[in-house]
């Protein structure tokens, strides 16, 4: 197994040209999921991966999912692509998820360059749409897979793929298929593996087992039946954006501490045991501040930021629908507004409950101003939280891959975001899940000028193909 890793890791730094013009074909296409107009460049990528897949032996099942209505206008889901290779039965099953769509993205946005054409900047940064978001670490299982194939290199496990591309437009249909293949295409699997999170910081490499949940909530004010002119009806009717914006002043103060009762109650206590972890690990909120470019944060210790990103629920609000947001000025009165926002959970927060305390304090705050205006509060959406064991044999094997890697002990992290697919899977499949990245916290997906680092990337390669080898290993 050594020598053979060996071997693999060679290969994997003479080909690094190679694997970057890779990256440089797969974000070229403009796969954005949320935008009608690119629809087609995504099932393009889907298409890349599933010729991709073929041309590597692998068994290739494309799943339709239909139609879906965009803004009035009818267009089809981009497919999900399952891959299968190999089937020996003295080998373990991994199923490897990962998604091929990316965020909207326009050189007006304040990119430094075409945000669909990569750019290797001699820092060694790898500039583009998609590049740690999530294709340059689905990318990075099937190069992993032809340097084995190239090499000579038996592949020690059996592997099952599933690469969505709707995961930036709520995974839609995703859940279904899981579902309906648990015991079909995904039957056998012994372990799961996720690469779309990131490290801690920018130094150190990591393992996450705990996700936060997300709970999304609408509250709608409505008042006269068309908009008004504010010169003429200012001071004389009960306007909805004043009631809403009283109302969801109410929801959380400005150091984060959300304000409907007992919405903390179910929260897991902090043990000394956990409050020691946070000692050790490498985050400062000094580097917070400098990604950031403002010293907004919140919290002085930096044990108190990332307690309060992993194991404390959050509120944000997103925006309000219906509200005038353009540039220049217009002295409107809007007859209905829609505030929009979430409440990130935790474990042992049950969904349910958190549905039924926030409406009832949203309709309890509403009353209080005894306004005419009507009010309309739902949940729109809602994620469970995911949190999984550090020392199950799938963690052991990435921890014992990323130390042959990189030659450190990875950072048990969890993180602030969610990802509901993992618990999907994780339910679904009865198989422990791993979150395994390959990206570094300063790599700004979703925002503009995303990256991945060139040593990121290719040691991540590296990385996926040491943790087969241990997860082969524990067969001994």
């Keep these: 197994m050594d020598a053979n890793l060996e071997k693999y890791f060679k290969h994997v730094d003479e080909s690094t040209a190679y694997f970057i013009d890779q990256l440089r074909e797969v974000v070229a296409i403009p796969s954005v999921s949320a935008d009608h107009t690119k629809r087609q460049?995504?099932?393009?990528?889907?298409?890349?991966?599933?010729?991709?897949?073929?041309?590597?032996d692998c068994e290739v099942k494309m799943i339709d999912l239909g139609n879906q209505d965009m803004q009035g206008i009818k267009v089809p889901l981009p497919p999900v692509v399952l891959a299968s290779y190999g089937n020996d039965s003295n080998k373990k099953t991994i199923t490897i998820y990962g998604h091929y769509d990316v965020q909207p993205a326009l050189l007006s946005d304040g990119w430094n360059s075409e945000p669909f054409t990569l750019v290797e900047l001699?820092?060694?940064r790898l500039v583009g749409r998609g590049a740690t978001d999530d294709k340059g670490p689905i990318l990075g299982w099937m190069l992993c897979l032809e340097a084995h194939q190239k090499l000579g290199i038996d592949v020690p496990v059996n592997l099952r793929f599933?690469?969505?591309?709707?995961?930036e437009s709520g995974s839609i249909g995703l859940d279904d298929v899981i579902i309906d293949q648990a015991d079909k295409w995904f039957?056998?699997?012994?372990?799961?593996?996720?690469?779309?999170?990131?490290?801690?910081?920018?130094?150190?490499?990591?393992?996450?087992?705990?996700l936060r949940g997300n709970n999304y909530f609408h509250v709608e004010i409505s008042g006269p039946q068309a908009d008004l002119h504010s010169g003429v009806f200012g001071?004389?009717?009960?306007?909805?954006?004043?009631?809403?914006?009283?109302?969801?002043?109410n929801l959380v103060d400005i150091d984060g501490k959300i304000k409907i009762p007992h919405i903390y109650d179910q929260v897991a206590e902090l043990t000394n045991e956990e409050n020691e972890t946070y000692k050790s690990l490498s985050f400062q909120n000094s580097d917070l501040i400098n990604d950031l470019k403002a010293d907004i944060v919140i919290h002085n210790e930096n044990a108190d930021s990332l307690k309060s990103r992993w194991r404390y629920p959050s509120l944000s609000i997103h925006g309000i629908e219906g509200a005038f947001y353009e540039s220049g000025s217009k002295t409107v009165i809007p007859s209905k507004v829609i505030g929009k926002f979430s409440i990130r959970s935790v474990p042992y927060m049950d969904p349910a409950t958190i549905s039924k305390l926030t409406i009832e304090y949203v309709e309890s705050e509403f009353a209080k101003l005894?306004?005419?205006?009507?009010?309309?509060?739902?949940?729109?959406?809602?994620?469970?939280?995911?949190?999984?064991?550090?020392?199950?044999?799938n963690f052991v094997a990435g921890s014992?891959?990323?130390?042959?890697?990189?030659?450190?002990?990875?950072?048990?992290?969890?993180?602030?975001?969610?990802?509901?697919?993992?618990?999907?899977?994780?339910?679904?499949?009865?198989?422990?899940?791993?979150?395994?990245?390959?990206?570094?916290?300063?790599?700004?997906a979703h925002s503009t000028n995303e990256k991945v680092d060139k040593f990121n990337y290719i040691q991540g390669i590296k990385?996926?193909?040491?943790?087969?080898?241990?997860?082969a290993s524990l067969t001994k």
Aim: charged share 25%; glycine share 10%; net charge negative.
């Design 41 to 56: 460049h995504v099932i393009e990528m889907g298409k890349w991966i599933e010729k991709r897949l073929l041309g590597l």
């Design 122 to 124: 001699d820092d060694g």
């Design 162 to 167: 599933c690469f969505e591309g709707m995961e």
């Design 187 to 210: 039957k056998g699997t012994d372990f799961t593996c996720i690469s779309d999170n990131y490290w801690l910081g920018t130094t150190k490499p990591c393992l996450t087992y705990g």
């Design 235 to 249: 001071g004389v009717v009960e306007e909805p954006m004043n009631v809403l914006t009283k109302v969801m002043s």
């Design 370 to 393: 005894n306004t005419k205006c009507k009010l309309k509060v739902w949940e729109e959406s809602s994620g469970r939280w995911w949190y999984s064991s550090p020392n199950h044999p």
């Design 400 to 444: 014992k891959a990323i130390k042959r890697v990189f030659g450190v002990e990875p950072e048990m992290t969890r993180e602030g975001g969610s990802i509901p697919v993992t618990l999907t899977f994780e339910e679904a499949l009865k198989a422990n899940v791993l979150l395994l990245p390959m990206g570094a916290a300063n790599d700004g």
């Design 463 to 471: 990385l996926y193909g040491a943790y087969w080898a241990e997860i």
